[in-house]
């Protein structure tokens, strides 16, 4: 037995030594003292994150979270559906782990060990193995996500490309910008431009599996932090439909004020009024069951105003279109179209023509004249 054979046994004798002496420490894919929403449940974890709460989507306690045999495990209470809740916090335990490992190096490539059957003096060097080009990332399509930061702290964000917009239940906008959107992985950039966080900036990077995502962010906002990080998922809207990037839309299309909405920095944008003046429209819903916008006039005109309504059959402009102005009562009818409907609304103010209504003259005889009304 040479030298190099005896070095090379030493080695392996102390690594499985340490292997035994310090064993690899369990993975746990608990959230300490998180609260997690998955499917149709509530996962509710102690600060140790070794045990938890399982609730229905009612609220009520359904089973329980724990170790067993070293893994966490699921455990139904006796008349609830034992084989649903195993199955939901198995896929659970799953994403977590990839959403956890995605921030993390890459290992090495490893050169395959040498022939067996070579000699040990040999002074050959097994080829390294290639190491895969990176994937290359594809640009996101029209979507929609819910986003969330903890248990009560989610946000609507919808994207035309890459370019996005998200909007907080607290008032929050922020422009968003995906940097990569492909099968795997995410990484998209934040700016808030409205609210009490503006000028806060973040990015957001995770794991995706099917239509959920998760990982990790990091954000600064100059004067209150340089650096934070926390934990966030999103559940991508499997009704969602695509933002088309450009429309007309009409608010009293009799009178000819109509407009054109072209799809840009992740809103709507509308000059009707020139230089002088227009609209921005943030989306906060865009499916058949329900289109949401929130207008946000500046100019010669000012306020604030919401539109509701829902997709037609054909997928290509709002039926049942309503504007309310913020605290007011001043409610109007819309249209919007697109596509190979665009037309069939008005979408120029400034040269529209008011529609002119033609009735017939009622002459009556008065005294010695006549008058017509």
Known sequence: MTQRH?????????????????????????????????????????????????????????????KDNGEL???????????????????????????????????????????????????????????PAPKKSTAAASFSMTECEGTNNCATWTFLGKQGNGQWPSGEIANLTVERFDNDSVVIRRADST??????????????????????????????????????????????MSLPSVIHMCIRCEEGKGGTLVWENGHYAETTNGPNGGSTYTVESFTRQS??????MFGTYQGKATLTGQLSEQGNSIVNGIQRWDGSDNVHAFHMAWGSAINTVIGDYSTAQPTVVVRPAICYPWFFTIICQ
């Open 291 to 296: 289109v949401i916008l929130h207008r946000n």
């Open 6 to 66: 005896s070095l090379r046994t030493l080695v392996v004798a102390v690594v499985v030594a340490c292997a035994f002496a310090f064993p690899l420490a369990s993975v746990s894919y608990a959230q300490a003292g998180q609260t997690i929403q998955w499917d149709d449940y509530t996962f509710k974890f102690s600060a140790s994150g070794q045990t938890a709460q399982v609730l229905n989507s009612e609220g009520k306690v359904v089973g329980s979270i724990r």
């Open 195 to 240: 609210g009490a966080a503006a000028g806060l900036t973040a990015t957001y990077t995770g794991t995706r599996q099917g239509g959920r995502i998760g990982g990790e962010f990091t954000s600064s906002w100059p004067g209150h932090w340089n650096s934070q990080s926390g934990n966030w998922y999103a559940t991508v809207e499997k009704t969602a």
């Open 73 to 131: 495990q699921a455990f139904a209470m006796p008349g609830t559906d034992s084989a649903k809740l195993k199955k939901s916090f198995a896929d659970w335990k799953i994403f977590n782990a990839r959403s956890h490992s995605a921030g993390k190096p890459a290992a090495a490539a490893v050169a395959p060990p040498a022939d067996q059957s070579a000699s040990d003096d040999s002074d050959s060097v097994a080829a390294p193995v290639p190491v």
